[in-house]
């Protein structure tokens, strides 16, 4: 059975930083497409960035150069860190798997067939 279940969310001060954790059961996380998604209070669920089992890691524009994700298959653990955080990165955070490949599911939520819960990001300016 698989699960995922975030944590790290937490509340910060614009120019913070976060590392967000996503513990996976039933799978190595090295195995699927994994992601992070985010969605804001009254917007759509959106894609943040994913990572394939290669390793080959895709961001959303909006947060090349200050998030990193990255994935210990041994503790089948996937994270986000998040460097800089504007107020803009308020939302609550998703990881979300998918068999299909990332070039395929890209940052579709529809592609990804297992969810977690989320875990809340909060930045005030």
């Known amino acids: 059975q698989v699960h995922l279940v975030e944590s790290g969310g937490a509340s910060v001060q614009t120019g913070g930083s976060l590392r967000l954790s996503c513990v996976v059961s039933?799978?190595?996380?090295?195995?699927?497409?994994m992601g992070w998604f985010r969605q804001a209070p009254g917007k759509e669920r959106e894609g943040v960035a994913t990572?394939?089992?290669?390793?080959?890691?895709r961001y959303v524009n909006s947060v090349k150069g200050r998030f990193t994700i990255s994935q210990d298959n041994a503790k089948k653990i996937l994270y986000l860190q998040m460097n800089n955080l504007e107020p803009g990165d308020a939302a609550m955070y998703y990881c979300?798997?998918?068999?299909?490949?990332?070039?395929?599911?890209?940052?579709?939520?529809?592609?990804?067939?297992?969810w977690g819960q989320g875990t809340q990001v909060t930045v005030s300016s």
């Open positions: 039933g799978f190595f996380v090295n195995t699927y497409c």
């Open positions: 979300a798997a998918t068999t299909r490949s990332c070039t395929w599911a890209e940052f579709m939520p529809a592609e990804f067939i297992y």
């Open positions: 990572i394939d089992n290669y390793g080959n890691t």
